[in-house]
């Protein structure tokens, strides 16, 4: 081999590894989002809102003891605390009994609509103070969601909410019933979402139900917007009336198969949430539990 032929040679395995570092800055990445997808089970707790406002500490107990290992509260405000709790209180409370709060959902429609960001600072103080990574919005006012342009400015609001959570040491997360699968033109609003929000700020809340129910395919949303989806709600639909919910595994939704996905979502944290029952609620609950670390994590 020449001196030539060896520089060329040289010139080439360069180029060859180069293009393929190059190729790694791409696909590295996209493995951010692959870490072992959760592997403990949580309660949206607005599953047992009848429940808690008269016994906190006993429905918390009981929560724990169904198997739960995280629960995602609902409902904070200045004055109501967490069911009368402050935060300092409500994390002892979670703690002796076992159970962390990775997530809230607290209302967010005020900030949305004016900018005005004190409620949303006092929610990043609560959640801090029990320990949460997520604050999530729960819900949209209709008033604030008629048009293309209306969600547009949604999803501004999103990125600024994002920031200020972030300044905090928190994220943000959405959380969609069926309204967002409504087209405006070519578009949803959960394509918009998805589209004007910076994806490594603004994460969502996957409601499977509605979802489901919206006639959308997990996988596919999975795949369109990878590593976005951190959170799941995990609740059944009832075999025969599409519009109530019944025990995880008892319905008709193919958990098993939308948990292959996991990974590609980037799912941090299964929430279980049921909002009406035809058993007693914390046998319900416990139904729920049993079947998602046996058959589904």
């Known amino acids: 081999m020449t001196y030539k032929d060896l520089i060329m040679n040289s ?31 949580g309660l949206q707790l607005y599953s047992l809102r009848a429940q808690l406002p008269p016994d906190v500490a006993g429905t918390i107990a009981k929560v724990a003891k169904a198997g739960y290992k995280e629960v995602e509260t609902y409902g904070y405000s200045l004055n109501g605390k967490y069911w009368g709790l402050d935060p300092k209180a ?21 900030f949305i609509g004016t900018g005005n960001a004190d409620e949303l600072k006092s929610y990043i103080e609560a959640a801090n103070t029990i320990g949460s990574s997520y604050i999530v919005v729960p819900y949209l006012g209709d008033n ?23 300044a905090s040491g928190l994220g943000l997360g959405y959380h969609n019933h069926n309204f967002e699968f409504v087209k405006y033109g070519e578009k949803t609003g959960y394509e918009i979402l998805l589209k004007e929000t910076d994806p490594n700020a603004v994460k969502f809340e996957m409601d499977l139900y509605w979802v489901v129910r919206s006639g959308n395919d997990p996988i596919k949303l999975f795949t369109d917007h990878p590593g976005r989806f951190p959170m799941w709600h995990v609740k059944d639909m009832d075999k025969v009336d599409n519009t109530i919910n019944t025990e995880v595994g008892s319905g008709k939704i193919d958990f098993k198969a939308i948990y292959k996905g996991a990974k590609l979502a980037g799912l941090k944290h299964l929430i279980v949430e049921q909002e009406n029952y035809s058993i007693d609620p914390y046998v319900s609950i416990k139904q729920s539990a049993d079947y998602v670390k046996k058959s589904i994590l």
């Open 144 to 166: 604030l969601r008629k048009t293309e342009d209306d969600w547009k400015k949604v999803a501004a609001r999103l990125n600024e909410a994002s920031a200020i959570c972030k």
């Open 11 to 41: 010139r080439r395995n360069f180029i060859k590894q180069a293009g393929l570092a190059a190729a790694g800055a791409v696909v590295l990445p996209s493995l951010t989002f692959a870490a072992a997808p959760a592997k403990v089970v």
């Open 90 to 110: 409500f994390k002892t409370l979670l703690s002796n009994n076992g159970l962390t709060a990775p997530s809230g959902h607290y209302g967010m429609d005020k």
